[in-house]
């Protein structure tokens, strides 16, 4: 989509749609303050007689006479609470209307709405405008926005807004190449596949790759991971990617779990909505994505990106409940339950990479625990982490693209719970608290480095609460969030 910016109020001749955001209560002052639709007072008139100028919901009017071809009011509701949402889920609903009238150069008017982005509107578009069609044999007919023009006021700075706008756009863009990534059914993105994706995207940020098989795996001394490999015919993968920028004084990892498919090894999943678990590579997903953001923006910060990626399945070579592995970093684990897999992959590639990288931050993403869906539901995220300043940076980056996050407790008490009978630690806890338990496991692979552990087991997808992200896709969660904090931590 082209973006661009004016501050005149020449109409140019292919729009087809002038969107007018307002207030509830408002729409008169947007209107009649909008240098572009005040000339028409037939619209004016006809908007008063067959509309509804309350602002509380979208309005659209066609007008063919007009320099526009059609209005879009865009309703936002009243003018309080978290006006960036408001914003967005306003222009996410807005998006079936122009769909539905095949609009595909808008004019965007935003003189007299300074505290509304063109950044909301842009993320909006894109996220609600993405389809999963890779698999469908019919070309998908709808007509897509591909040119933005929005109008401003004189006084505001086109370049800062121009820069701004293409920040979101990238930002989408990356969280659109997750959702790709996150659809796509396990035949058809094994952990090989992952990888090869993984160098291709390498190849177009231009940075390193190092991708480990099993055989290196194996002699690096990963058991744990390899153990959940071993009852799938695929061969695990562990990918990392390396972005460096010369004025970087930080390096952060981000590792996301990318099991293709999770059917629960030996502890067998029901299988009532089994095909679900193809989503559990959401994580890997989330980190590639922002990876992505991170490289486009060329952001002075070093990012060491990881994904362990194996499947979760069961042969006669699969891991036994009882069965005890010993991990990178030397500890022993026994396995109670083989549906506990996440952290098993996560634990070798999160002590691999402190001890590889020295990452001064590390941040994990994971579809981990079933349990984080009934303690948050799928609005939020949770969050884990023994480090507050973390905490708040992840949080606030979170709030800033609606990827919200709520922090669930760490600590002693409930990191006994992991002790082993047998070994050092055993890979679930009691039948209580399964997403603190988990993060407990993790913090035993963290050495001393920062870290924070986010659990997006009920958003990765069917994520409730935003008009412009599709419930029943994967939803990107993590790539904007992550984006965002790494943006903001190197500027
Ligand atoms: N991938 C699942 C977690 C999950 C479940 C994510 C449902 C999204 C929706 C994970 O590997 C898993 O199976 N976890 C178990 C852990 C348990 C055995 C301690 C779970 O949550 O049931
Ligand atoms: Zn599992
Ligand atoms: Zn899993």
Same mark, same amino acid.
């Given at each position: 989509?082209?973006?661009?910016?004016?501050?005149?109020?020449?109409?140019?001749?292919?729009?087809?749609?002038?969107?007018?955001?307002?207030?509830?209560?408002? @729409?008169?002052?947007?209107?009649?303050?909008?240098?572009?639709?005040?000339?028409?007072?037939?619209?004016?008139?006809?908007?008063?007689?067959?509309?509804?100028?309350?602002?509380?919901?979208?309005? #659209?009017?066609?007008?063919?006479?007009?320099? #526009?071809?059609?209005?879009?009011?865009?309703?936002?509701?009243?003018?309080?609470?978290?006006?960036?949402?408001?914003?967005?889920?306003?222009?996410?609903?807005?998006?079936?209307?122009?769909?539905?009238?095949?609009?595909?150069?808008?004019?965007?008017?935003?003189?007299?709405?300074?505290?509304?982005?063109?950044?909301?509107?842009?993320?909006?578009?894109?996220?609600?405008? #993405?389809?999963?069609?890779? *698999?469908? &044999?019919?070309?998908?007919?709808?007509?897509?926005?591909?040119?933005?023009?929005?109008?401003?006021?004189?006084?505001?700075?086109?370049?800062?807004?121009?820069?701004?706008?293409?920040?979101?756009?990238? *930002?989408?863009?990356?969280?659109? *190449?997750?959702?790709?990534?996150?659809?796509?059914?396990?035949?058809?993105?094994?952990?090989?596949?992952?990888?090869?994706?993984?160098?291709?995207?390498?190849?177009?940020?231009?940075?390193?790759?190092? @991708?480990?098989?099993?055989?290196?795996?194996?002699?690096?001394?990963?058991?744990?991971?390899?153990?959940?490999?071993?009852?799938?015919?695929?061969?695990?993968?562990?990918? &990392?990617?390396?972005? &460096?920028?010369?004025?970087?004084?930080?390096?952060? +990892?981000?590792?996301?779990?990318?099991? &293709?498919?999770?059917?629960?090894?030996?502890?067998?999943?029901?299988?009532?909505?089994?095909?679900?678990?193809?989503?559990?590579?959401?994580?890997?997903?989330?980190?590639?994505?922002?990876?992505?953001?991170?490289?486009?923006?060329?952001?002075?910060?070093? @990012?060491?990106?990881?994904?362990?990626?194996?499947?979760?399945?069961?042969?006669?070579?699969?891991?036994?409940?009882?069965?005890?592995?010993?991990?990178?970093?030397?500890?022993?684990?026994?396995?109670?339950?083989?549906?506990?897999?996440?952290?098993?992959?996560?634990?070798?590639?999160?002590? #691999?990479? +402190?001890?590889?990288?020295?990452?001064?931050?590390?941040?994990?993403?994971?579809?981990?625990?079933?349990?984080?869906?009934?303690?948050?539901?799928?609005?939020?995220? +949770?969050?884990?982490?023994?480090?507050?300043?973390?905490?708040?940076?992840?949080?606030?980056?979170?709030?800033?693209?609606?990827?919200?996050?709520?922090?669930?407790?760490?600590?002693?008490?409930?990191? +006994?719970?992991?002790?082993?009978?047998?070994?050092?630690?055993?890979?679930?806890?009691?039948?209580?608290?399964?997403?603190?338990?988990?993060?407990?496991?993790?913090?035993?692979?963290?050495?001393?480095?920062?870290?924070?552990?986010?659990?997006?087991?009920?958003?990765?997808?069917?994520?409730?609460?935003?008009?412009?992200?599709?419930?029943?896709?994967?939803?990107?969660?993590?790539?904007?969030?992550?984006?965002?904090?790494?943006?903001?931590?190197?500027?």
């Amino acid at each position: 989509m082209d973006i661009h910016f004016i501050t005149n109020c020449e109409i140019e001749p292919e729009v087809d749609c002038l969107i007018i955001p307002a207030w509830e209560n408002e @729409v008169h002052v947007a209107i009649n303050s909008s240098l572009i639709a005040v000339e028409d007072q037939t619209s004016l008139n006809l908007i008063n007689d067959r509309g509804n100028m309350s602002g509380k919901d979208l309005f #659209y009017l066609p007008t063919p006479m007009s320099a #526009y071809r059609g209005i879009l009011i865009l309703g936002l509701g009243k003018k309080e609470g978290d006006l960036s949402h408001k914003f967005r889920n306003a222009t996410g609903k807005a998006v079936g209307l122009l769909q539905k009238y095949k609009k595909h150069h808008l004019l965007l008017e935003l003189e007299h709405t300074p505290d509304l982005q063109t950044r909301h509107f842009v993320a909006a578009l894109n996220l609600a405008q #993405y389809e999963h069609t890779a *698999f469908k &044999t019919k070309a998908s007919e709808t007509v897509k926005v591909d040119n933005l023009c929005v109008h401003i006021c004189p006084s505001k700075e086109i370049t800062i807004e121009q820069g701004k706008a293409n920040r979101a756009q990238t *930002f989408t863009e990356c969280a659109n *190449f997750a959702r790709d990534l996150g659809n796509a059914p396990g035949n058809a993105l094994t952990p090989k596949i992952l990888a090869d994706k993984a160098r291709e995207l390498a190849k177009v940020t231009e940075s390193e790759i190092e @991708v480990l098989g099993e055989k290196e795996m194996k002699k690096l001394g990963m058991g744990a991971l390899l153990s959940v490999s071993a009852g799938s015919s695929e061969e695990a993968q562990l990918i &990392t990617l390396k972005h &460096t920028h010369p004025s970087a004084n930080k390096t952060v +990892a981000i590792v996301g779990k990318g099991v &293709t498919f999770d059917s629960g090894g030996i502890s067998l999943k029901p299988g009532k909505g089994m095909q679900e678990m193809k989503y559990d590579m959401c994580g890997a997903a989330a980190v590639l994505g922002a990876f992505k953001a991170i490289c486009e923006c060329n952001a002075a910060i070093n @990012v060491i990106c990881v994904v362990p990626s194996s499947e979760n399945l069961v042969n006669g070579e699969a891991t036994k409940p009882g069965d005890i592995v010993t991990a990178y970093n030397g500890k022993t684990v026994e396995i109670y339950n083989t549906d506990a897999e996440g952290r098993l992959l996560l634990c070798d590639a999160m002590a #691999y990479t +402190a001890e590889t990288h020295k990452p001064d931050i590390m941040v994990d993403v994971a579809t981990l625990t079933g349990a984080c869906i009934v303690a948050l539901g799928h609005e939020m995220s +949770a969050i884990i982490t023994e480090d507050e300043d973390l905490k708040s940076e992840l949080i606030e980056a979170g709030s800033q693209v609606h990827e919200r996050l709520w922090p669930l407790p760490i600590n002693d008490d409930y990191k +006994a719970l992991l002790k082993g009978n047998d070994a050092d630690l055993c890979n679930i806890g009691p039948a209580y608290a399964g997403t603190v338990t988990a993060a407990c496991f993790l913090s035993n692979f963290t050495g001393d480095t920062r870290w924070a552990h986010l659990d997006i087991a009920g958003t990765a997808w069917g994520m409730k609460g935003c008009s412009y992200i599709n419930e029943n896709l994967a939803s990107g969660f993590g790539t904007r969030l992550l984006a965002k904090w790494l943006m903001n931590i190197s500027e």
